[in-house]
């Protein structure tokens, strides 16, 4: 008699991290400082501004790259002669990769919008309470439209409308 389940839930999905550069330290390694501000400085002065726009960039330019290897690697894949058993993990992939690229066209659309925000003198400001959402913030995902605790608040609702 042996109680260990097989196939069923234990099985949870294959670990879908796609390396994304949403922190602070990967854009760091695109030669973005953190922005350090002037004494006095007011919130999202034009150099902030300039800051933020630079940063969602290279992060746009990042992805789209990205993206072309995807491309890439499901032609190679496609041309891969896959015997039988290797079928589920090439299917596996190529799921993955899909998925991987569709979260990576919304989060272009998301950077297009936050660029769109920074033309409009908009960006840096909760979209929900109006307080500002802070540049360290901002620094560890550009494309934030919410400050801390309306995120907080949006995810224990979401959380819920979907039990
Ligand atoms: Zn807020």
Not at 20 to 25: D, F, G, K, L, V
Not at 38 to 63: D, P, T, V
Not at 125 to 152: F, H, N, Q, S, V
Request: with cysteine.
């Amino acid at each position: 008699m042996s109680t260990e389940t097989k196939g069923g839930t234990t099985k949870k999905r294959a670990n879908a991290k796609v390396s994304s550069p949403t922190t602070t330290q990967t854009l760091l390694s695109y030669g973005v400082k953190p922005y350090e501000p002037k004494k006095g400085e007011e919130y999202m002065s034009k150099e902030q501004l300039e800051h933020f726009r630079k940063l969602l960039n290279i992060w746009k330019k990042a992805l789209l790259e990205g993206g072309d290897e995807t491309i890439h690697d499901l032609k190679s894949l496609a041309e891969v002669p896959a015997d039988v058993s290797d079928q589920a993990t090439l299917e596996e992939t190529f799921a993955l990769r899909l998925r991987a690229r569709d979260r990576e066209h919304k989060l272009i659309n998301k950077i297009d919008e936050s660029i769109k925000l920074i033309d409009n003198g908009e960006y840096g400001y909760c979209e929900e309470c109006g307080i500002e959402i802070g540049i360290r913030r901002l620094e560890a995902r550009p494309t934030a439209t919410l400050c801390i605790d309306c995120k907080t608040l949006a995810e224990v609702r979401e959380k819920q409308g979907r039990q």
